[in-house]
């Protein structure tokens, strides 16, 4: 684990607005959170020179391009040893299809999101990429009828900064 960055409520308010729109200028988010643009442009950099912001992401809509059908499966690895995980992992990175990768705790060993063009292509995904390997012991397929975004990411709630409570942090 990392340690995690101080964040004052400026930075906090800075993220919030990131993260709703990643595409807002410097001037605006400035103006937003009430600082001069140079200190919202040094207080970013430094967000993403400790770690804190990793990047930007362009969304798509799956549906829009051809991949109308998303779903997650999950995968049991017998056995689950390194040697087998590593180039299991890697080519699961590499298809297409998937979305999302997670290696897991209990009975199920990955859940992976896949996006694909019908139940069609999700079989042929689910039995050439997957029950044809020979580590994989069982995979589980879970249809998404539909998904939600969430609020954005803030540290654990502190008495100092209310982050974590649902309001926006007053500039500071």
Do not use: K
Not at 14 to 41: F, K, M
Not at 126 to 144: G, H, K
């Amino acid at each position: 684990m990392t340690d995690s960055i101080a964040l004052d409520t400026v930075d906090l308010h800075i993220l919030r607005l990131l993260q709703n729109d990643a595409r807002t200028t410097y001037r605006d988010l400035a103006a937003e959170v009430g600082v001069a643009p140079s200190t919202c442009l040094d207080r970013v950099a430094r967000m993403r020179r400790t770690g804190v912001i990793l990047g930007h992401q362009l969304r798509l809509d799956p549906a829009r391009m051809g991949r109308g059908l998303e779903a997650l499966l999950s995968v049991q690895v017998r056995p689950h040893r390194r040697e087998l995980i590593g180039p299991f992992v890697e080519r699961i990175r590499t298809l297409p299809e998937s979305r999302a990768l997670f290696h897991l705790t209990g009975p199920d060993d990955y859940l992976v999101h896949v996006a694909v063009a019908d139940t069609a292509d999700l079989q042929r995904l689910v039995l050439d990429e997957f029950t044809s390997r020979r580590e994989v012991a069982r995979v589980e397929t879970r249809l998404i009828f539909q998904q939600w975004e969430c609020g954005p990411l803030l540290p654990p709630a502190t008495a100092t900064t209310g982050a974590g409570t649902g309001q926006a942090p007053e500039p500071g």
